[in-house]
């Protein structure tokens, strides 16, 4: 039970019927509501409390989301995920993320 002095515990998402296009369609419709928006796509995805996404899912929610916003702001640069440390394992997640990007996905940065 959470103590009463706390807010609310954040949702777990819930990875296995997480939908790309939603995320993605969400995305692209703050870039158009909000152009002067910057869109960080995932905050520490690979954390297990908040139901860690796998590397391939990732990768997968990052190119729906960029292919998305890039159609409705073609020269938007996106934030990459931000992959928590998490003792060490974080850095390996990040690099195996980044490695499997579609090659045309240059106007994702790296967070």
């Known amino acids: 039970m959470q103590p009463p002095n706390l807010p609310p515990a954040p949702p777990v998402p819930d990875v296995q019927n997480f939908k790309p296009s939603e995320f993605a369609a969400q ?5 158009q509501r909000y152009p002067f928006a910057r869109i960080q796509i995932l905050n520490e995805p ?5 139901a860690a996404f ?3 899912q ?11 916003v890039h159609e ?17 394992r974080g850095y390996a ?3 195996d993320v980044y ?10 940065e790296a967070a």
């Open 27 to 31: 995305a692209a419709y703050i870039v």
């Open 46 to 50: 690979n954390l297990a409390q908040f």
């Open 54 to 56: 796998t590397v391939d």
């Open 58 to 68: 990732t990768v997968e929610v990052i190119t729906a989301t960029a292919r998305a």
């Open 72 to 88: 409705v702001a073609p020269q938007m640069k996106l934030i990459g995920p931000a992959s928590s440390p998490d003792q060490g």
């Open 93 to 95: 997640y990040t690099r």
């Open 99 to 108: 490695h499997d990007l579609p090659d045309d996905l240059d106007y994702v």
